[in-house]
């Protein structure tokens, strides 16, 4: 049996859903910004910006110089992240095997759910008309099918907006044809350089170069491509539980730089709740705390340990972090920068103690992130946080994803 791989990519995706939820910016060129001062750089530009040549990581103000009329717009990440749940649960209707690669891609492993390539077309035609449909018309996206994780994603890259192409190991050669090394996904131009000195100048070079000379050169990672390019499955695709972080945690730098200690404090709580959300999202647990800050003169303080038990709430990371912070902080010292990260993860255990109150706890801390799941960021937190909303603000990440929750309720038509 072969493997089926779908990649789908939005378009646009963070301009496309600000004119998806305003009528008025559709069709008119859109730079969605980390921020809008003139050094504040454009994160995703609307289709119609693009084709003026503003791309992604333009300043503002390069930007306002070929379109003055652009609209700009600071970026709403809990925005973007909603619509990605969306897409992604429509997703998990067609396989159990969904690996969200960021925001706004994935991919699908559709081996044992469909037969053949042609059923994935029909399959990649109904996720585009159930997207427009369900989700919003507005948005598009392009989708590539073919038999590896990487093959897929490569197709799909070379796509145009709102295109479903196909690529098998077969057809590749004729496709690499018309490409440049640079891309094949996972080729910079470092790599190019360092291929070029090789001899390798194209897509099909690289397929046809000897494996064992470029393992002995290039090592693991030019084995790797020369696999890829071959339609030898590398990774496949690997679902969220198969894709644990390494760490989760925030930081932030103070907009105030003063001795207040309890300023800090409140900054710390913010970003001890930050984690303790995303690490409870994701189902896990910690063993190790790490927690740095920096003084504006210079220096700073950063440690890492083990705690007792696991780190699972907001309290069980600050009450940990606020000792060290208390400990090792020099009170006369202004602070520019304060992080907390959490690392040692591992899926939430089942058994817990009932001797301890943390069970308790964790009911309590899951309760408060469903009302703040429901009706917004921070409607309910701790007293230490009063008054901080604008502070430590959410930043949207490219390779930050949004979970999936595994279904299969939807009978496949496909079969
Ligand atoms: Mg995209």
Known sequence: MQNIILHIDMNSYFASV????????????VGVCAYLSPNGCIIASSMEAKKLGIKTAFRVKDAKKICP???????EPAKYRTVTTKIFSILADYTDRVEPYSIDEAF?????????????????????QRIKVEVGEWLKCKIGISTTRWLAKFIADIAKADAIDVITPKTAPK?????????????????????????????????????????????????????????????????QEEILPKSIGHSYCLPKHNTDTNYHLSILMKLCEKTGRRLRESKLEA???????????????????????????????????????????????KIRMIAVSVTNLSPL?????????????????????NINDKFGEYTISYGQMHGLADQARDRVGFRKTVGVKPKLTKELLYL
């Open 18 to 29: 600000e004119q998806q939820a305003n009528p008025h910016l559709r069709g008119k060129p």
């Open 69 to 75: 009329e652009i609209i700009l717009i600071e970026n």
């Open 108 to 128: 699908l492993d559709l081996t044992g759910y469909t037969k053949k390539i042609s059923n994935a077309v029909c399959v990649a035609k109904e996720i585009q």
């Open 175 to 239: 496709v690499y044809e018309r490409c440049k090394l640079t891309d094949a996904w996972g080729i910079n131009y470092r790599m190019q350089w360092r291929l070029n000195q090789l001899g390798i100048y194209t897509l099909n070079d690289l397929k046809n170069y000897p494996v064992a000379n470029i393992l002995a050169v290039l090592g693991k990672p030019g084995y790797f491509l020369w696999a890829n390019v071959n339609g030898i499955e590398i990774q496949g695709v690997r679902t």
């Open 287 to 333: 063993k190790n705390l790490s927690i740095f800050w920096s003084y504006v003169h210079g220096g700073g303080v950063y440690k890492i340990f083990k705690v007792p038990g696991t780190l699972f709430t907001t309290m069980d990371i600050y009450n940990q972090a606020y000792n060290v912070f208390l400990n090792k902080k020099m009170s006369a010292f």
């Open 349 to 369: 255990t089942k058994q817990l103690n009932l001797f301890d109150d943390v069970l308790g706890r964790k009911k309590i801390a899951q309760a408060m992130d």
